[in-house]
């Protein structure tokens, strides 16, 4: 690996120009091409083109097509893992989904993120949070989870929730921002 992959990867801010990191991004777009036009292909097959490019693949764990993400090998999905159609996975470092969570359709998983500083955004830097689900978790459709987040196991983050801030494990999260309602 080479200098900004290796920033990019420690969650420091990068350049996500540099040639390194280009080279991956255009292997990840060949990759989503192939798995995205997968659509129709049995589960298994599916299975087998998700272990080529994401960092963990547990049994049984699935991705509905179409399916995006930046580079995939940030990507760690448990056992029994299911994203219904047209996620998004924004994993410039590591998101980790446990065991038997489920994933509604359209939901956005962000570890990218932007300074805050206006001086080293205009200089195009980035940077990743690392973004941890755990297991049991039911994410309903089109909600989004921003960088940096952990959601404990068991939790349920109700449809189109955008998560600000960590979820306890067990709790029950709803709205813009999410915010909890049961446990």
Known sequence: MQGELVRMLAG???????????????ASRAWLARYNSAFGQST????KILAERLGAVGEGAQIRPPFFCDYGFNIKLGANVFLNFHCVILDVVEVAIGNETQIGPSVQIYAADHPRDPAQRRKGLELGR???????????GGAIVLP???????????????VTKDVVAGATVVGNPARQVGR
């Open 12 to 26: 420091e801010l990068y350049h996500p120009g540099a040639p390194d990191i280009q080279t991956e991004l255009a």
């Open 44 to 47: 298994s097959e599916l299975h």
């Open 148 to 162: 940096g987040i952990t959601i404990g196991d068991d939790a349920v983050i109700g449809a189109g929730s955008v």
């Open 130 to 140: 690392p973004v941890r689900i755990g297991c049991n978790v039911w994410i309903g």
